[in-house]
Every structure is written in structure tokens, then in C-alpha cells.
């Protein structure tokens, strides 16, 4: 589904020597193993993320295809990296969950050494994106425990107003923001969409405490809504983002 995003952030990257990385939010490993191997022996990549099992579907990947990078399972709003250790971070999708989000970029911030640079893709607004609510707007009649989004709460839309962003990281010190509205072409195969929704995001979470009679209906339902985006063998949508770039004084 992202891989177009993950094309977006590896162009970023420099192979020169000693180039150091971080991805944050990096989950199993897709996007830190990409940069990795486009750094080879030049360079060095570390992924961070707070889940265990990701992390560890990280590391196998990384040992199969003989890439060199490495993970670490730590919260990166909190984490003690050490000062000035990084040329470049990077997130796909990693940094809208911050509960205190302009103490996690200053965070990262010291991480940085001196010049470097911050590129992030984050989700724009849940209305500009109606096909990652779709299952919980066909769901909602059926499950009436679905927990409401809150637009300032973490989450996937946390940063869909732009100057609020902006403000997030001017205050926690980064400087030349820029913020750049994408919109980019996705897609899965049909045969991994009902897998898509019931693991994932709201309505994959109350599932996972669903009745099986509850759950057949809300699949059921569900999968019908999902209907025009399906075409042939994939399902496609158009994911509307922020390309989002800072540098650290």
C-alpha cells in the first residue's frame, strides 16, 4: 500500500560516507531497509519503534536480504538518543501518534547534528482521505463502541491542519519548514482488503472484541463499502498527504 511513499523518502537520501540515518516509526522494517541499501557500506540506518513483533519481523528481514541496518524498540518522543548522532530523519506515517508532540521533536532535534535534516509524510485531513475511514463510517450502525477520531487527539490525522504542524515544529526548534500537499496514487490486492480492515485502525480494534455473529455482519457490511475502490484483482485509492521537510540550526 505505501510503497510509493517509501520511493519518496529513499530519494532523499545520500549515499555519501558516513551519511547516518533514523526512521522513525520504522514497524517491520520496509522503509529503514530501503535506505539501507541504497547507504550500502557508506552510510549506517537505524530504525526505531515502540512493537516488539515488528521490530523482530525487522531484524529477519534484514538478516534474509543480508542488509545491514539496525532496529531499536524504544519510544523516540522519550528515547535518550545520543546528541548530534544523526545526518537525516526520516518517517513514513511514524510521527502523528506523539502525545506530546513538540517535546518529541525537540527530541529528535538533539538527535540531529548540526544542519541536518528532518523529512516526514503524514496524513492531511480524514475528509481529503475518505478511503481509510470508509470501514469505520460502514461500520459505525453495527458497532457502537467505535471510538470517535478527535482531530487534535494522536493519531492518523493529528497533523492534518497544516499551521499546526508547523507551529509543532517551529517550537521544538527546527527551522526552514516547508510543507508540501501530495497526493498519491495506492493500491493492495483485493484479496488483502478484508485483512486490511480487521486488523487495522479503529475497527480492527474493536473487533479484536467482537462476538463472531458482531463480526461477520461489520465484514460483511464493510467489504460492500469498500466496492468502488475495487477494480479487477486491486483495489486502489488516493492517499492525500503532507510532504513535510525542516532542517536543525
Keep these: 500500500m505505501f510503497q510509493p511513499f517509501e520511493e519518496r523518502l529513499v530519494r532523499m ?3 555519501k560516507f558516513g551519511q547516518r540515518v533514523l526512521d522513525v516509526g520504522c514497524g517491520t522494517g520496509s522503509t529503514t531497509l530501503a535506505v539501507a541499501r541504497r547507504l550500502g557500506a557508506q552510510g549506517y540506518c537505524m530504525g526505531v519503534d515502540i512493537s516488539a513483533p515488528m521490530l523482530e519481523v525487522a531484524r529477519a528481514r534484514a538478516k534474509l536480504e543480508g542488509t545491514f541496518a539496525s532496529f531499536l524498540c524504544a519510544d523516540a518522543q522519550r528515547h535518550p538518543f545520543e546528541p548530534a548522532s544523526f545526518d537525516l530523519i526520516i518517517s513514513r506515517f511514524g510521527v502523528m501518534f506523539f502525545d506530546q508532540p513538540v517535546n518529541a521533536f525537540a527530541n529528535l532535534r538533539s538527535a540531529a547534528s548540526q544542519g541536518a535534516q528532518l523529512r516526514f509524510i503524514a496524513w492531511r485531513s480524514a475528509a481529503e482521505n475518505p478511503f481509510m475511514t470508509t470501514a469505520e463510517r460502514a461500520a459505525a450502525p453495527l458497532l457502537p463502541r467505535l471510538p470517535p477520531r478527535r482531530a487534535d487527539a494522536p493519531g492518523q490525522f493529528s497533523f492534518a ?3 499546526r504542524m508547523a507551529a509543532i515544529l517551529q517550537q521544538s526548534g527546527w527551522m526552514d519548514v516547508y510543507i508540501q500537499p501530495i497526493d498519491v496514487e495506492c493500491s493492495l ?3 488483502a482488503l478484508v485483512g486490511y480492515f480487521t486488523r487495522l485502525g479503529p475497527v480492527g ?6 462476538d463472531e455473529i458482531t463480526r461477520s455482519q461489520v465484514v460483511a457490511t464493510v467489504r460492500a463499502a469498500f466496492n ?3 477494480q479487477g484483482a486491486e483495489v486502489r485509492y ?3 498527504c503532507w510532504m513535510v521537510s525542516a ?3
Design 13 to 15: 537520501v545520500r549515499a
Design 205 to 210: 480494534l474493536v473487533l479484536q472484541e467482537a
Design 189 to 191: 490486492p483485493e484479496q
Design 228 to 230: 468502488s475502490y475495487v
Design 161 to 163: 491542519d497544516r499551521q
Design 247 to 249: 532542517t536543525a540550526p
Design 238 to 240: 488516493t492517499a492525500a
